[in-house]
């Protein structure tokens, strides 16, 4: 059966709206063909069941002395897996608790995922924007 683009993309949306209007309790999970399987780590639901897993931190959230506040860094990685630096982007900065940095970690990182968007990119920037910016509203609604 040959899935329709459209009716694919259509999916993608509505999954994307729903995560962006409610809180980051999501926890999005990719098969893919060759068997491999990638998620979010979460004790919630533990995916130790399909079998050995590999985990890789995507991001940190550190607390900047300077500036008194929790930022998000996206953790770099080489082609051998190797941590070779981090990225914060202006969106990722200056949040007031840990807690809500987490919840536009997790919502950045799913959004990334449901739309096949590497976090480090100009999209994922993107993506950054949108999940704080639907946090806020969240917190502010």
């Known amino acids: 059966m040959e899935l329709d683009t459209a009716a694919a993309q259509l999916a993608t949306e509505h999954i994307a709206q729903e995560m962006i209007a ?9 098969f893919f063909p060759y068997g491999g399987v990638e998620a979010m780590q979460s004790d919630k639901f533990s995916l130790s069941f ?8 995507a991001t940190e959230i550190i607390f900047n002395e300077n500036r008194q506040c929790w930022d998000i860094e996206l953790i770099l990685y080489n082609d051998k897996d190797e941590r070779v630096g981090q990225v914060v982007y202006a969106e990722g900065r200056g949040f007031a608790g840990y807690d809500e940095a987490r919840g536009v970690e997790v919502k950045w990182l799913n959004l990334c995922r449901v739309y096949r968007i590497e976090p480090h990119s100009v999209k994922g920037a993107s993506m950054l924007v949108q999940a704080r910016n639907a946090m806020e509203e969240v917190v502010d609604g």
């Open 22 to 30: 409610t809180p980051s309790k999501e926890l999005v999970i990719d």
């Open 50 to 57: 399909l079998g050995r897993q590999q985990v890789r931190r």
